[in-house]
Antibody, heavy 126, light 107 residues
Framework: QVQLQESGPGLVEPSQTLSLTCTVSGGSFSSGSYYWSWIRQPAGKGLEWIGRIYTSGSTNYNPSLESRVTISVDTSKNQFSLKLSSVTAADTAVYYC??????????????????WGEGTTVSVSS | DIQMTQSPSSVSASVGDRVTITCRASQGFSRWLAWYQHKPGKAPKLLIYAASRLQSGVPSRFSGSGSGTDFTLTISSLQPEDFATYYCQQAHSFPYTFGQGTKLEIK
């Protein structure tokens, strides 16, 4: 059974770069059957999608964060990573990684996030 | 961006009750809608994908329906483990967006 686990510093100083890694275990990371995504949730607020990556390295980002975000993949380690630059207190949140699957139906691809990590809390503070 | 609006924002119900949560999209689309259950400190759990497909392992008391701008998640008979926050999410266009959540509480 596939599992995702986020890791990285829990505290980042303002203006610095937040770096997180998601390690995928128990499944075929490089099978080409999935995208891999990052989502965050500030305390007391809803979920915000950050972006996704395919194992080829192809990415899609949320335009609200695109100028500061980089998602990369390391298939040799079954990992994908998030970098968010120039962070402020507004970037304080629980960060989740997730697997993105799809259903092909009548010529369309219906995407959904079927496996999630438990999340890691990142605080931005000096 | 497609805005997703859930209603109600919170609901109190009893074990055995039938509960319906609605999600309205600012633009219409077909099946690009998923529902998640989220408990504090836990990973969100996929319940429904493609608007009405039940994820493997999810109890059949959960069901989803809808198309266009209006979607619903129904829990036919609430169980104690169902008290959580529920989110809808669209994957029709980037960026993926979520509803603000519906907190289901014990009455």
């Amino acid at each position: 059974q596939v599992q995702l686990q986020e890791s990285g510093p829990g505290l980042v100083e303002p203006s610095q770069t937040l770096s997180l890694t998601c390690t995928v275990s128990g499944g075929s990371f490089s099978s080409g059957s999935y995208y891999w995504s990052w989502i965050r949730q500030p305390a007391g607020k809803g979920l915000e999608w950050i972006g996704r990556i395919y194992t080829s390295g192809s990415t899609n980002y949320n335009p609200s964060l695109e100028s500061r975000v980089t998602i990369s993949v390391d298939t040799s380690k079954n990992q994908f990573s998030l970098k968010l630059s120039s962070v402020t207190a507004a970037d304080t949140a629980v960060y989740y990684c997730a697997r993105v699957a799809w259903l092909r139906l009548e010529g369309y691809y219906y995407y959904y996030m079927d496996v999630w990590g438990e999340g890691t809390t990142v605080s931005v503070s000096s | 961006d497609i805005q997703m609006t859930q209603s109600p924002s919170s609901v109190s119900a009893s074990v055995g009750d039938r509960v319906t949560i609605t999600c309205r999209a600012s633009q219409g689309f077909s099946r690009w809608l998923a529902w998640y259950q989220h408990k504090p400190g836990k990973a969100p759990k996929l319940l429904i994908y493609a608007a009405s497909r039940l994820q493997s392992g999810v109890p059949s008391r959960f069901s989803g329906s809808g198309s266009g701008t209006d979607f619903t998640l129904t829990i036919s008979s609430l169980q104690p483990e169902d008290f959580a926050t529920y989110y809808c999410q669209q994957a029709h266009s980037f960026p993926y967006t979520f509803g603000q959540g519906t907190k289901l509480e014990i009455k």
